[in-house]
C-alpha cells in the first residue's frame, strides 16, 4: 500500500456513536405489541411444538421400515369375512411388489455384471443369467397372465388351475 493515503476517500469512522435521544415518555407502540405477541401467542405455540417434537423424538417412526405382520392367505379366510378378504389381498399386493422389486434388482445386477464385463458377460455372469432366469420363470409363473387390474383370488384360481394340470401331468405319466 502505498504510503501516501486519502484521507476523504477513506474517513476514519467516528470515536463515539451517538446515542438517540428520546424525546417523549410514552413507550414506543411497535415494542409494545411485539412483547405482547412474544408472550400471548409465540411463547404457548412454541412451548407445545417442542413438546410434541421431544415426543416424537423418543418414539421415531421410520415409515420406509415398516414392517406388517403376516396375514392368513385368501384361501384361509372364511366365507363372508370381508375383513379378511381385504387384508388378504392387501398382502397379495404387497408380496407382488416385492417379487417385482426382485425382479427388478436381479436384472440390475445382471446389467452392472455385463457392463464391468464387457465381451466376457456370457462366461463371467452365467451364474447372474441363471438366477435371472429362474426369477423371472417364478414371477411368470406366479403373476404372468393377471394383467394390471389382477387380485389375490384371481392369482389362487391361476395357481390352482396349474397345480391340477401338474397333477394330470404326473397321472399320464405314471401310467
Not at 476517500?9 to 424525546?23: D, H, I, W
Not at 436384472?107 to 455372469?125: I, S, T, V, Y
Not at 394383467?147 to 383370488?153: D, F, L, Q, S, T
Amino acid at each position: 500500500m502505498p504510503e501516501d493515503r486519502d484521507w476523504e476517500a477513506y474517513k476514519v469512522p467516528p470515536t463515539r456513536t451517538p446515542v438517540s435521544e428520546r424525546t417523549t415518555s410514552v413507550p414506543n407502540p411497535v415494542t409494545f405489541f411485539q412483547t405482547v405477541f412474544n408472550y400471548v401467542i409465540d411463547a404457548p405455540v412454541t412451548f407445545v411444538r417442542e413438546w410434541i417434537e421431544r415426543q416424537q423424538a423418543k418414539n421415531k417412526f421410520y415409515y420406509y421400515h415398516q414392517k406388517f405382520r403376516r396375514v392368513p392367505d385368501l384361501s384361509e379366510c372364511l366365507e363372508g369375512d370381508y375383513l379378511c378378504f381385504f387384508e388378504a389381498e392387501a398382502q397379495w399386493r404387497r408380496d407382488r411388489m416385492v417379487d417385482q422389486e426382485i425382479v427388478e434388482i436381479i436384472r440390475e445386477r445382471l446389467g452392472a455384471c455385463k457392463q464391468r464385463e464387457g465381451p466376457n458377460h456370457l462366461q463371467n455372469c452365467a451364474k447372474e443369467m441363471e438366477l435371472l432366469a429362474q426369477v423371472t420363470k417364478a414371477y411368470q409363473d406366479r403373476y404372468g397372465d393377471l394383467g394390471v387390474h389382477g387380485n389375490a383370488r384371481t392369482c389362487l384360481m391361476k395357481q390352482k388351475h396349474r397345480m391340477m394340470e401338474e397333477r394330470k401331468a404326473q397321472a399320464k405319466a405314471s401310467q
